[in-house]
């Protein structure tokens, strides 16, 4: 078991280590969970059940493989894999649609993968199915995520179609010590030019730096910011890169360089600065690692995080038992009646089970109620409505952890809801690990030896020494 343990003694350093990983889709399932009944979850649900609902899409191809990217993705090799995908894609509306009808839909994230290299003909084509088969509400958020050099004005043209309203695209480092060994390989004019022409088209843009390589310096991560800031997106992603994910090939680069991972105060030193960096430049977080230009009264109030604008589906994604998550394409994980399905990652496999068999192409769990859910995720999303969870139904070891979190200055506690401090903030993945219930912590504990068997080293997760 990780040993992470509370220090509410200690004025800053609130626990004694840092968790070496950094998101996780909550609540989390086991093998010994799968059912051989695909239908299953389809059976149990209603269109009553969810409070909100997002639906997430997966395009499996990439022109570049990056090496810390953690997805699911298969380097690009021509059109006719990527039209026969997009052929199964839209299939799987036609499948799930049997089961569900319309379902209404609040956010579509289209993710990947590289979706941008998707033809403006597919976009369309994504669109339509979309518009049949999901009963979108007004002013839903639709979300893509890009790669700059497949960014085209035709392309963006035809996103803003079908009503797309938020692109992302990833820069995460401009330094070029660091972007060969990720196989980063567009050029600063091309991102340059891509923000431009996404800035242009889209109300809401987002883009993704990533912080804490092996080696890396404080006065570097200020270059990547200065530079990330200058490209002017609505919101900017500070993330750390979480080296039980990146690719083995990534951690012999670092050892052959004599380059060796940061240790945990580093990389939270860092995050420190980087929340103080984009603060004095009108920043404000919007949740774990987003910062959003500050509105008046985050201005006026020195807020710890703001709530607007918000990637709505990552609220979703990271939100209550209540909201409901249905995904699309190879690898794609879906959230419905208390169950977790996964579609296939194996992009084959997911495109004969559909076109091939003409069956759903996902392994299902048994239902697995989590009223918790909410509660183990908020510190990602910066608060917890107190009237969304059904309090007496939470496993008394989340009740027991969130009430030591509020006396360790972590949490406020008010009338009607909790919110993340700013000390809470800086430590919000700890905090997610520190909510769960023990079979939860064990699932990460476990996962973390598991990758460092597979060849993957993680940093000294030491903070400080405790007793």
């Known amino acids: 078991m990780f040993d992470l343990r509370l220090l509410p003694g200690e004025p800053l350093v609130k626990f004694n280590r840092q968790l070496p990983v950094f998101n996780w889709v909550y609540p989390l399932s086991r093998e010994s969970d799968l059912i051989e009944d695909r239908s299953l979850p389809y059976r149990n649900w209603t269109e009553r059940a969810a409070r909100r609902r997002a639906v997430y899409i997966h395009i499996p191809f990439c022109q570049t493989i990056c090496t810390f990217c953690p997805f699911q993705r298969e380097r690009y090799k021509g059109p006719a894999e990527l039209n026969e995908y997009v052929e199964a894609l839209l299939r799987e509306f036609v499948l799930k649609n049997q089961y569900i009808g319309r379902p209404r839909v609040e956010a579509i994230f289209i993710d990947g993968g590289t979706p941008s290299l998707l033809t403006p003909e597919q976009f369309r084509m994504i669109g339509d199915a979309i518009n049949k088969y999901l009963d979108t509400v007004p002013q839903f958020e639709f979300s893509v995520e890009c790669e700059v050099k497949s960014v085209t004005p035709d392309k963006l043209q035809a996103m803003r179609e079908i009503g797309v309203n938020r692109v992302s695209f990833g820069v995460q480092t401009l330094l070029p010590e660091y972007r060969a060994p990720f196989s980063l390989d567009a050029s600063k004019e091309q991102i340059t030019r891509a923000a431009g022409l996404i800035n242009e088209t889209f109300p809401y843009t987002n883009v993704d730096l990533m912080y804490g390589f092996a080696g890396q310096g404080f006065e570097q991560v200020m270059h990547d910011l200065n530079d990330i800031v200058r490209l002017q997106t609505t919101t900017i992603d500070a993330y750390p ?29 860092y995050r420190i600065g980087i929340n103080q960096y984009l603060r004095d430049r009108g920043y404000v977080a919007i949740n774990g690692y987003s910062y959003a230009k500050a509105g008046d009264s985050s201005c006026r109030t020195g807020s710890v995080l703001q709530h607007s604008p918000k990637f709505l589906y990552h609220d979703m994604l990271y939100g209550y038992e209540d909201d409901e998550v249905i995904g699309y394409g190879s690898s794609a994980s879906s959230r419905i009646a208390n169950s977790n399905l996964f579609n296939f990652s194996n992009r084959r496999a997911y495109v004969k089970e559909i076109l091939t068999e003409k069956s759903l192409p996902h392994m299902a769990c048994a239902p697995t109620p989590a009223e918790e859910r909410g509660i183990v995720t908020f510190p990602y999303r910066g608060v917890l409505e107190k009237e969304r969870i059904t309090w007496e139904a939470v496993p008394s070891e989340t009740l027991t952890a969130l009430h030591d979190a509020v006396t360790a200055g972590l949490i406020h506690d008010s009338v009607d809801k909790y919110e993340v401090s700013e000390l809470g903030w800086l430590f919000y993945v700890n905090l997610m690990y520190f909510l769960m219930p023990e079979v939860g912590k064990r699932w990460i504990s476990d996962n973390i030896d598991i990758q ?7 940093e000294d997760t030491l903070l400080v020494n405790s007793v």
């Open 241 to 269: 890169i979480n080296n039980l994910s990146i690719h083995r090939s990534l951690h012999r680069a670092f050892a052959q360089s004599r380059l060796g991972l940061l240790p945990a105060t580093n990389r939270q030193s």
């Open 452 to 458: 460092q068997r597979q060849g993957r080293n993680y």
